[in-house]
């Protein structure tokens, strides 16, 4: 057993060794590649579901998109001007019943609002350095007060202002997600009030999923969902705060793909729930529960898997673990830079609370050396939201490949703006993408870090090619 990096007093199961977890499957590591066919097995017993036939793909490597490495930063905690941590240790200390000295710090001493000056300090910063990830919004924050309703404390106008803030300054580059409804205490669906037993089984962060169907999971989310919606926030997933269905991942993963799907629309739901900050244990996102691949109607969720503890500061404000711990000084070591290299998605995590450390910023200026010093050390990096990740690691697994003849014929359940594989086939006159009746010249660069979508570039005797692949049949033919 392990414990679960995100919070304290609660473990999971032990995680599939990086071996089980790539199955049969090669992999490419510089440039992401994976031959294709082979097995995925599921993660922690979510079923995968269904897959394409792959087959008659011989020769085709699928790479990650333009050949880059996928970087991102996981925000948990974070709302609108509540501090979520002053609000909360008293209610985790109650569920305790005063046992746990983790919540005996003191939360009396620290600001009840994180203002809306740090998100734009922070937001403009991320804009400038090219950071993108996700940005939960806690919509009943510790019970302070509903996001669409009231939040006791601030005016309305405060309150407008900030969620505006939210929706034009982050939203562009940060998928929002819901971390449960108050990331406290559980709220009775019936009342819209907290649950009156303050227990471990009743705290979102611990007991209350354990036993209950993926309906029960379901619609609890889509309560979270659904504020955020009322507020004109788009939700493509969802987090879960600290334990929540650590002891249900089967039914969390069909409750977070009917929950986003219903609430928000959002074609490829995911979920953020798991990390591992450190060993083999592979951190590619999972796309679990997959259906109705040969029709109109395909589904699935995907998982996305974070690669670092929180050393930022924490989200109790203890002292940060540093900057090295993500990438040393001399930019040669370091959680991130192993990942990397492995041609894995790198997703940080980080928690508002500790971003913010009580006005000292203890977190921010962690992150920014971070970005400065992977910046320096890679050139083969991609920010990339959640969404983003999700949809190409759906795209990924799920369209069918096919060599036919020089070309490729694909079929793809879900567009991806910028498909990226290999293929053992070079072109002498150049290629086309036809669709319908459609076509697009794929034109030649200099080389895989040239590659943008409509782009292809000499491989060791073959091709690799950056497609914006639509949904449905396509073909990528050769020229001449």
């Known amino acids: 057993m392990l414990a679960d990096p995100r919070f304290p007093g609660f473990r999971t199961a032990s995680p599939l060794t990086r071996r089980e977890f790539l199955g049969t499957a090669g992999r490419v590591a510089a440039l992401g590649g994976v031959a294709l066919g082979g097995g995925t097995p599921a993660l922690f017993g979510q079923p995968v579901g269904e897959r394409p036939d792959r ?8 790479l990650n998109p333009r050949t880059r490495v996928p970087v991102g930063l ?20 109650a569920a305790f019943e005063g046992a746990n000295p983790v919540y005996h710090r003191p939360w009396k001493e620290w600001p009840s609002e994180i203002p809306d000056a740090f998100i734009r300090e922070f937001g403009q910063w991320a804009v400038e350095a090219g950071v993108k990830g996700k940005f939960s919004i806690v919509p009943y924050p510790a019970c302070v007060g509903r996001l669409d309703r009231l939040l006791p404390g601030w005016s309305q106008q405060e309150l407008r202002e900030s969620l505006d803030l939210v929706r034009t300054l982050m939203v562009p580059n940060w998928d929002i997600h ?13 009342t819209g009030q907290p649950h009156p037993e303050v227990s471990l089984k009743f705290m979102e962060n611990w007991d209350w999923t354990t036993g209950r169907s993926a309906d029960e999971i379901g619609e609890y989310m889509a309560y979270a969902l659904q504020i955020l919606k009322n507020v004109g926030l788009p939700c493509e997933g969802v987090t879960t705060p600290g334990g929540f269905g650590g002891r249900a991942l089967p039914q969390l993963s069909v409750a977070a793909m009917r929950a986003v799907r219903e609430v928000h629309g959002a074609e490829i739901p995911h979920y953020f729930r798991h990390l591992f900050d450190h060993g083999e244990e592979s951190v590619v996102p999972r796309v ?11 589904r699935c969720v995907v998982s996305l898997v974070a690669c670092t503890g929180d050393w930022t500061g924490g989200w109790d404000n203890t002292e940060p673990g540093g900057v090295d711990r993500f990438i040393s000084k001399d930019l040669k070591s370091g959680r991130m830079v192993e990942v990397i290299q492995r041609g894995e998605p790198a997703l940080m995590l980080a928690h508002w609370t500790g971003v913010y450390w009580n006005g000292r910023r203890l977190g921010f200026a962690i992150l920014k050396e971070v970005s400065r010093r992977l910046k320096a050390r890679f050139e083969n990096l991609i920010w990339m939201k959640l969404s983003e990740v999700a949809r190409y690691w759906a795209a990924r697994e799920l369209t069918r490949i096919e060599r036919t003849g020089e070309g490729v014929s694909l079929r793809a359940p879900f567009a991806c703006p910028d498909f990226t594989f290999r293929f053992n086939t070079r072109p002498v006159a150049g290629m086309l993408l036809r669709w319908g009746d459609r076509q697009l010249p794929v034109r030649l660069v200099e080389g895989p870090l040239k590659l943008v979508p409509g782009s292809w570039c000499p491989d060791r005797g073959g091709a690799i090619v950056c497609l914006p692949l639509p949904k449905g049949a396509s073909r990528l033919e050769l020229a001449g």
């Open 55 to 62: 087959t008659g793909a011989q020769g085709v490597t699928l």
């Open 288 to 298: 679990e529960n997959v259906s109705g691949l040969a029709g109109e109607d395909p």
């Open 74 to 93: 996981i925000i948990d905690d974070s709302t609108c001007l509540v501090n979520l941590n002053r609000f909360s240790m008293a209610q985790f200390d």
């Open 178 to 190: 819901p971390e449960m409804i108050t990331h406290t205490r559980v709220i009775d669906l019936r």
